[in-house]
């Protein structure tokens, strides 16, 4: 492997855990430099939206806060490079705490798969797309579950 692809690599692994860090933190104008302007994010397979950033980041606060304690364990990060652009598959662990309707709180646990394109820009490696994979999804409370083909 080139020095250059090495740089690369590291560089799209840290913009993957960058984006994991900032919504646990709740710093969600951080995310702006994870994603292009026009990126496309769909998380309609945890129950979210899908849209362009804008639209996306309008949504995000709200939806995230709603939950007290969460965080995004991400690895098994598979890269491949084309140049400008690429591609990676990464595997996310989330266990979150959700608000219960009628009192307390229950620990759900999403794992899902990430499945992003990526381009270089002037100020380095961006997301130009994000998309979801829903791979298990244990002690969803049932006011959260999302039936196939549908979202909230």
């Not at 740089?7 to 840290?14: K, S």
């Not at 129950?47 to 709603?66: E, F, K, M, Y």
Request: net charge neutral; hydrophobic share 45%.
């Amino acid at each position: 492997m080139s020095l250059p692809a090495l740089g690369d690599r590291l560089e799209i692994r840290a913009l993957i855990v960058r984006y994991a860090n900032a919504l646990d933190a709740r710093r969600f104008e951080d995310l702006d430099q994870v994603f292009t302007a026009d990126a496309y994010v769909d998380y309609r397979a945890t129950g979210g939206i899908d849209g362009h950033w804008p639209q996306v980041r309008s949504w995000l606060p709200p939806a995230v806060t709603a939950f007290p304690h969460m965080c995004h364990l991400v690895g098994n990060i598979q890269v491949e490079l084309a140049g400008d652009q690429a591609r990676a598959r990464t595997l996310c662990l989330n266990p979150v705490e959700v608000p219960l309707p009628g009192g307390g709180v229950q620990v759900m646990l999403l794992a899902m798969w990430y499945r992003d394109r990526l381009v270089r820009t002037a100020a380095g490696w961006r997301m130009s797309e994000r998309v979801q994979e829903a791979c298990i999804q244990h002690n969803v409370p049932r006011h959260l579950q999302v039936t196939a083909g549908t979202a909230h």
